[in-house]
């Protein structure tokens, strides 16, 4: 059978997503930070930051002790151009001690991947979604007892995992994606419009763009009227979904709303009246930029 253009692409992204497994799993630091475009993120339980800053701290992590090992099985990959979401099923598992007894445990579910070909295929955002999971521990003789509020106060697909992981002192985010809801519901508004082609990036770097947006912007956009100001470093895509903004990786803005933004993007000609639920509104590479948020009326 003859490769085609397609096929070839997904090989490459095939043996993307097993190197991350392997290099990550084998403590290969130095090539695990080549599976990531600049400014590419890293969204787990217990890190959110960039690929960069996750391969620092997981070597950190590793050097004192931390084992978190995965397996993965098949991949559903769509492409659209340079852009592609892969779905891969997978395991987690992490061995340490609950409440005084080595446990482990084991968390089943999805990376839901954003990738992006820019001379090679790498992770834009790497987001797993988590399905359910379970705590054993290794000496079947032993009795574990665990605190049930804490266990049910994360959602059921990691809630064994948010378990341990709070107790070896982690910070732990407790509104990840699972099988359904809210969440994997706006990760996937987000992989579609990727695999539409509507979220955009730019090979330009945006580092020295004005910090800062004139409210009386805000005039040239019907519906729109100022609410406020986020003032901090912002990955890289503003998305408007059914019930909430997504500014990136970070914590949903839990109102409807319309981002605009500055620096050396053009500004949309967009009348914030007329968005639909899942809207692109603007493709945001910037570390300094300043964004209004403009509540739609």
Known sequence: ????????????????????????????????????????????????????EFVRVSRERFNGGVRILHFLGGSSIDIAGDRAIAQTRMRISQRAKVESVVCD?????????FLERAERWGFVLRQPIYEKDRIDPVDPTATLKLDWTRLMSFPEGYRHLAYLQLGMGYSVKADMPGLTGPEVDALYIKGAHLAEGRINRSDRRRDAAPRGLAVSAAASFPGCSCNRIVD???????????????????????????????????MLPLDASQLAPGSIVADVITHETKLLICVVR
């Open 1 to 52: 059978m003859a490769l085609t253009e397609e096929l070839i692409d997904r090989l490459a992204i095939r043996d993307l997503l097993e190197n991350w497994t392997v290099w990550h799993d084998a403590a290969d630091w130095e090539r695990l930070s080549t599976v990531w475009h600049e400014g590419g993120r890293m969204i787990t339980t217990w890190f959110q930051g960039t690929g960069d």
């Open 105 to 113: 445990v084991v968390c089943t579910g999805r990376f839901y991947d």
């Open 232 to 266: 901090q470093p912002l990955p890289s895509r503003v998305i408007f979904g059914s019930e909430m903004l997504w500014v990136g990786d970070g914590e949903p803005i839990r109102e409807e709303a319309v981002a605009l933004a500055m620096g050396d993007l053009d």
